[in-house]
């Protein structure tokens, strides 16, 4: 499987966002596509329960309504992303040990320095942690 | 008595790539001892040292079960316990 994350510029800008007004909290949520396309189109923002500037975690009521959102409309979570507000846009042992869908880029924002942030895209699977190239794509 | 279990993408190797199954029990952990008996390898991965696992969550319907007894949270004819895994992870 040769891996890149096809990704619309308006969906990073919109990650990116996020990511920036929640600060110095971490920010996360998916990106969902349809089940089989690996293309991330509905960007669906996530409450972080954690509330914290270390930790992320999807309120597990918010989780079920999404998971039951996506199977009704066959979609999956194609992108997972979070952010990192301290450090390096790299996968946490913390992120390793939850990541459990292999079949998603698990993209992670450090927006540690104000200006510029960091943008990079994953797969963990099995414990294993990829990194693969972010391929932006303009609007047409 | 039967119970529909939702299994998630992660688990379905478990349950030859069904993404729910049918089970009894009165319980969370009956039901979840009901699949294992045919689907082994499942209950490792829900269940650590008596307790649903941190990287787990188990729902009865739309109720969480860890806010409703945990593994002891009953089970009706008809419901549906749902399993996801928790996504969460950070800097820390």
Redesign the interface.
């Known amino acids: 499987m040769t891996d890149v994350l096809r990704i619309h510029r308006d969906l990073v800008d919109e990650i990116v966002a996020h990511a920036r007004r929640d600060h110095p909290d971490e920010a996360c949520g998916v990106i969902a596509g349809p089940e089989g396309s690996d293309r991330p189109l509905r960007f669906i923002p996530m409450l972080n329960a954690a509330r914290s500037p270390t930790f992320y975690e999807f309120d597990s009521a918010d989780l079920l309504k999404l998971y039951r959102e996506m199977d009704a409309n066959d979609e999956v979570p194609v992108v997972i992303y979070h952010s990192h507000t301290a450090t390096e846009a790299y996968p946490s042992r913390t992120d390793v040990s939850y990541a459990s869908e292999p079949g998603a880029h698990y993209v992670l924002v450090s927006t540690r320095d104000p200006e510029e942030h960091e943008f990079r895209s994953y797969r963990i699977v099995e414990g294993v942690i990829t990194e693969e190239p972010v391929e932006v794509v303009e609007a047409e | 008595m039967a119970v529909t279990v939702s299994i998630?993408?992660?688990l379905r190797t478990h349950t030859g790539g069904e993404k729910s199954v049918e089970a009894a029990g009165k319980t969370v952990l009956e039901v979840i001892d009901d699949v294992e008996s045919r689907h082994s390898g499942l209950k490792a991965r829900l269940v650590k040292e008596e307790k649903l696992h941190r990287?787990v969550?188990v729902?009865v319907n739309?109720e969480?079960v860890?806010f409703a007894g945990g593994l002891d949270a009953e089970v009706k004819d008809g419901d549906t316990v749902?399993i996801?895994?928790?996504?969460?992870?950070?800097?820390?």
């Open positions: 998630p993408t992660i990287f969550n729902y739309d969480d860890r749902t996801l895994p928790a996504v969460a992870g950070g800097a820390r």
